[in-house]
């Protein structure tokens, strides 16, 4: 068998190309991102060991694996990501999130504090180190599984961040920041978009019958731990941006707003705690 009929065969079994062609570069040991390299040697014959880890795969994505967790990497506002099942796959919408968090951060020399709430993968905290190296970073996450995978990232990467156990806020009692930033459960409970997401961690998906309970928790206590005219940021569902809008308006932050995502969708809200109350 040759690389062309191995990727005509999967795409048969009703994988589409891109991933084809990402699993079986994957299986030939080589770079997933390599396409060209494939069209190129399309009539090279498939080695049997290779054929094997590409059929197997094939069907660990056929029944909605993510390639990040087959790859067990992946990329992130230039960072190399190593994931698995105990996190959620970071997406390249939450990249917004982070280039809000990097417009509001403080120049240097000014020794500003961000913290990501709920880390999963580190990716947040991980992008915010690696383009500011002067900020202090810390991270936190309810799960220790979630945070063992998070600080794995921060020493393979070099990234020194300072991380934490618990559940939101009460995971670092009396500090304080100057940016907050987190992508929270969002979605409802027995949404149906949820079936596609079998194999991530459901603690890290749904959030109450609207989804809004982890963002309520939130924001109610984030001005417990902001400096004055700090940043609360949050990465939300694609209709909940009015609500949240609503919720940092409710609990007294100012300068209201929204970003929108890759597809012009308003995916992140933010406020700034008022200098003085």
């Not at 040759?2 to 030939?28: H, I, K, P, W, Y």
């Not at 120049?107 to 991980?126: E, N, V």
């Amino acid at each position: 068998m040759n690389l062309r009929l191995a990727l005509t065969q999967a795409q048969q079994r009703g994988l589409d190309r891109l991933d084809t062609q990402m699993l079986l570069l994957l299986a030939l040991g080589r770079d997933m991102n390599d396409r060209a390299w494939l069209l190129a040697h399309d009539t090279d014959p498939l080695p049997a060991d290779a054929a094997d880890r590409c059929a197997d795969l094939v069907r660990r994505r056929l029944a909605g694996e993510p390639v990040a967790y087959l790859a067990g990497t992946k990329a992130f506002f230039g960072l190399d990501l190593q994931v698995d099942p105990r996190v959620l796959v970071p997406r390249p919408d939450t990249e917004t999130l982070v280039q809000w968090a990097l417009d509001v951060l403080a120049p240097p020399p000014a020794q500003a504090r961000f913290l990501d709430l709920g880390t999963g993968s580190g990716a947040i905290a991980l992008a915010v180190k690696a383009q500011r190296p002067d900020v202090a970073v810390t991270a936190t996450d309810a799960s220790a599984d979630a945070l063992s995978v998070a600080q794995a990232n921060a020493e393979r990467l070099e990234l020194a961040v300072d991380f934490h156990l618990g559940s939101w806020l009460d995971a670092v009692p009396g500090q304080r920041f100057d940016v907050i930033a987190s992508n929270p459960p969002y979605i409802a409970e027995g949404d149906p978009h949820l079936r596609a997401l079998e194999h991530e961690p459901i603690n890290a998906l749904t959030a109450g019958a609207d989804g809004l309970d982890d963002l309520r928790t939130i924001i109610a206590c984030a001005h417990h731990a902001l400096h004055p005219g700090g940043w609360l940021l949050l990465e939300h569902g694609h209709d909940q941006a009015s609500a949240v809008r609503g919720l940092l308006s409710q609990h007294g932050f100012e300068a209201v707003g929204s970003r929108t995502d890759l597809a012009g969708i308003e995916r992140c809200s933010g406020a700034r705690w008022p200098q003085q109350r």
